[in-house]
């Protein structure tokens, strides 16, 4: 097994210093996901306004693969419109499943490409995918809740 | 009687599929052939089922989910491909709707069992529960057990004198208090097939849960879930691993995907929770969520390559090979002085078990002078005792066949009966 | 550190028993040997025991008890015996108590589940049933829904610092209100031995039931109900067949007999009963009261086979053996930078499974690099979250050995921690 | 296998003729026992005078072997002290499950002898010991309400 191909710098880098942690106030949704396997856990929340994600804010406990994903997620959607945050979702969430076979791309995903390899390791999608989901169900809550257009709520995990 | 080895419908490559098949090649006490006809109480299994499993013990064994190292990863996938197999198998509209239990009788207490709980569905004082006289004890008991402790009433679809359910009061039977309708696919002991579609419509139509117990339907019929309009589509459809030549200590429930997300857990341990903390616990999704503990990891295993393995032949040839053995059984037992044969006499509108009694002589003693002969077949009540009663007999005798099932056999085992006849010196 | 092949206490024989399991000889990607250190979680199975289920399935499988042929007779003997192996490994007073399940999971909560129902053991609204801090999910969530579902109050002994039992409040835990009091005899997660008879006796004199998850303890601590005092012995033994170099799909569940005998009982359907009328089912006696459908026949026959090669090596040898590995194992992680063992440090007084921390690196990071060099250990929450949560950590590694681990093995883990601490550049 | 072992002519005799069969009306108890593998039963009734088995009578359903040793049953122990009945009991049941390996006592068991050979057949052994097990049953039922001496209560299985 390439252990590199796993932690890439980008991911150890965003694993020491995670981006955009910690719970702020504003915010329209809370949601909490655990991985049941292996007990990771994610506390996030998610503001939006006027149609964008203002804030994405996040507490969580887990390995380097989980938390390196949820900062790169906070760097990828945090000021996006929602209906653009939920195509790098996709994207994201397709390069995971792709079982190492997806070419990731770069212009949507930034640092996300350097978890093309954790697609690789099926015991750790879930890790990378947690906050992702997380996001995704709390975004579909807060657009719920702000009736904000611009939301596929029919595509709710 | 000669072996008619061109009867239609017989699978033609049944010398080749009896090949599979190691445990066809004993010799029995006093140097008999082996003759099962007992395939209906357990089918035997293919080389290929046992190599499987011995692959996976000898190569890739380990826990599954929880372990994420190599083997767990091999052995985790293993076991979802076996998942991914049965939920083929039934044309399961979705994998995760496939749960794996220890057999059938656990599918169906399970079902009955959460249904005693709070939630949406549970079943109470003043509701029905149906079911009907041909089931087997496992999908009679638990659900006298289901209205006994919630003081629910249970009621009974009867049986006509030609074996087939009574439906002539259906509509005092299925009524708005109906809760439960469950009942069995392909009757173990009389052959009958029932008419999924038009019971599953009718208690739908009064908002009740349909549970079938498909335990001797899924070996001889193509099922296809995805295939049936949704009125007419059980929600619950439970099989048993060993009949489907599968190994024991495995079973299946599938049930809609919907439903089983809201029905209150039934065992509670390790791989069924999402959080547990010392005030409370928070389940899984399915099909963990009804999970609990180490499954039946090589069985899943096993049985996936048991499906994949009927599917290779294909269910539809199988059914007719069943159809064509057992034509020719019903005609060749019918040759026999004093034997009467219970349930439908039409084999294309039956399954593959024949009960039969043969006057003057008790089921058991048959079965024993039969197995002098190497000719394995079942006596008793088949744990069908409300069926046996309904026919005014305490037991009976059964021949069951399958895929590798031929017509010699069946010959030998008229032949056997004819002897029984003689030794007991019946005129 | 070099291999100390000549531990005290290790197996003599240990090369020759790594050659009954095959799987040891794998090499995994990267061309690396296998070092298996998660048999906690489940244990490797013997060439015997493969062997054994093999010859079942090709030669004598049939079902079991109701069929009377001659397969049908072999496979209950086979079954049977399976038991009388079963009861003879825990030193059983009778084969009759001895009731296989589908995991440890299945009979505990078969305990929990039978005693909501109507019975003299019945629990309910001012009852307590007193579980513990460092139980496996599977010996928590059926209490848990036990209590939920009747009223009953949940309560919990705690933890010391160092991973023993907090028996300081046992007079306010134990008390006359008490009902049942469950307990793990080994901690999967801390290696903790708890004091059983103690706490059964405690327990006795209150009036309550003892039941002890035995799932780490049968694997690797001589057992011997017949010789302990009755006040002393648990009314309830559980453990699982994976673990003890058995497959999976069967537990066991030992229940004293005049309890089990005066349980209601838990899931219904073939087997379990005497009769079945249309107005009501008896039940038959013990064992078979609680086997509902057909019972893991096979794997009764591989778990058979799995006891007794573990008895022909000797308990205490093999328990022997893991103290032995245990202690060098604990020695040999405590020289390792930043990290600290749960539970108790003196391998004399506790199981082989060691969960530890490491400072700096999250439990996955360090399985997934000791699995790139082929070493197996396990990371998470073990199925035992209110353990982790009490000693302030979400999750941890784990390694266990078992009668087939090297001191060699031992080295591989210590010598890949040290590597990932330089592989995560920590200083 | 030896099928003429098992169906000795005494056994079949007994079959085609059982003596003793019908429900009387005298007696102090009666049983119910089923064979729940094969759902053999048999309702049997124990009469209990001076010490004696003044009568058992019954009413069974099962094979030849369960009728044929119902049959055997009353011959041998209708009109015996109960000490000396519940002396032929233990000698029937010990034969039944010696495996074919125990010398039958003709002395003890007359017709009975002719079950060894149902010993070698493990499935046929409970149809044997059916209705013996009915008897023992309700014997000591019997003992119990008439108060007579002899049985040996302990015992009971
Ligand atoms: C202490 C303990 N109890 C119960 C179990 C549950 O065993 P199973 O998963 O086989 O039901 C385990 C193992 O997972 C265990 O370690
Ligand atoms: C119709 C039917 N239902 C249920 C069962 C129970 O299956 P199992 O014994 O595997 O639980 C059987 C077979 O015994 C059966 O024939």
Redesign the pocket.
Known sequence: MDLDALYQDIILDHYKNPHGKGLREEFEAEVHHVNPTCGDEITLRVHIEDGRVADVSYDSQGCSISQASASVLYELVHGKPVDEAMAIHAKFQELMQGKGQVEPDEDVLEDGIAFAGVAKFPARVKCALLSWMAWKDATVQSIGQTGAAGGNQEEKA | MTAALSLPGLLSDLAVIRQDFPILERTLAGDRPLVYLDSANTSQKPQVVIDTMVDHLERHNANIARAMHQLGAEATEAFEAGRDKVAAFLGAPSRDEVIFTKNASEALNLVANVLAWKGPFQVGEGDDVVITEMEHHSNIVPWQLLSQRTGASLKWFGLTDGGELDLSNIDELITERTKVVAFTWVSNMLGTINPVAELTRRAHAVGALVVVDASQAAPQLPIDLSAMVPEERPDFVVFTGHKVVGPTGIGVLWGRGDLLEQLPPFLG??EMIATVTMEKSTYAGIPHRFEA??PPIVEAVGLGAAVEYLGHIGLDRIHAHEQAITAYALEGLQTIKGLTVMGPLDATQRGGAISFELEGVHPHDIAQVLDSRGVAVRAGHHCAKPAHQRFGVQASTRMSSYLYTTPAEIDALVEGLEYTRSYFKLG
Do not use: K, M, P, V
């Open positions: 341990g390790g503990g180490t």
